[in-house]
């Protein structure tokens, strides 16, 4: 699968390119599958990062402001904040250390 940022809404295509389905409400900025294609992990423009199922529905919040980036690292979710620093969580939220 490949993933689009088209006016802030995260696009979905095969990889054949056919589009699959648009995900969010115009405001992402990042976003990043991970490898077993089940999960989008979605960086919005007021920093917070959510996590989302492959069909697009809403799983939580993995951190609440200040982010700028977001990647799949394993079954853990790397979060770049905005002054430089990168957290390791939990695909739960929950923080498991500074990086």
Do not use: P
Not at 20 to 30: E, K
Not at 31 to 54: C, F, M, P, Q, S
Not at 63 to 71: L, N, S
């Amino acid at each position: 699968m490949i993933l689009k940022i088209n006016r802030g809404t995260v696009e979905l295509w095969k990889d054949n390119g056919s589009f699959v389905c648009g995900i969010g409400q115009n405001n992402a900025v990042d976003a990043d599958l991970n490898k077993e294609e089940t999960h989008i992990v979605i960086t919005l423009t007021n920093g917070y990062v959510e996590l989302r199922k492959i069909n697009g529905s809403f799983v939580q919040y993995i951190t609440m402001g200040k982010a700028t980036k977001a990647r799949f690292n394993g079954t853990d979710i790397a979060v770049t904040m905005e002054n430089g620093k990168m957290e390791l969580r939990k695909q739960n939220g929950s923080f498991i250390r500074y990086i």
